[in-house]
């Protein structure tokens, strides 16, 4: 078992600003990956995703990749 990203740095809030992070739990095409593929909680899955959401919204990072 995979342990979580955010825990295991001490990461307590998922900000939409930091794309480099953002971009680690992202695949090729820009979409989302699966918290079974990174071992991310359930609590900071929804944390990461209202990030993504909220970053590509801003236009931070694309909503699909070709």
């Known amino acids: 078992m995979k342990q979580c990203y955010f825990s ?3 990461i307590k809030h998922i900000d ?11 695949n090729p095409h ?3 990956l699966a918290r079974k593929k990174t ?3 359930a ?6 995703s209202e990030a993504v959401k909220r970053a590509r919204f801003m236009g931070l990072i694309p909503f699909i990749a070709r």
């Open 8 to 10: 295991k740095n001490n």
């Open 43 to 48: 609590k900071s899955q929804r944390q990461l």
């Open 16 to 26: 939409y600003k930091d794309t480099d992070i953002l971009k680690k739990f992202l």
């Open 30 to 32: 820009a979409r989302m």
């Open 39 to 41: 071992g991310v909680s």
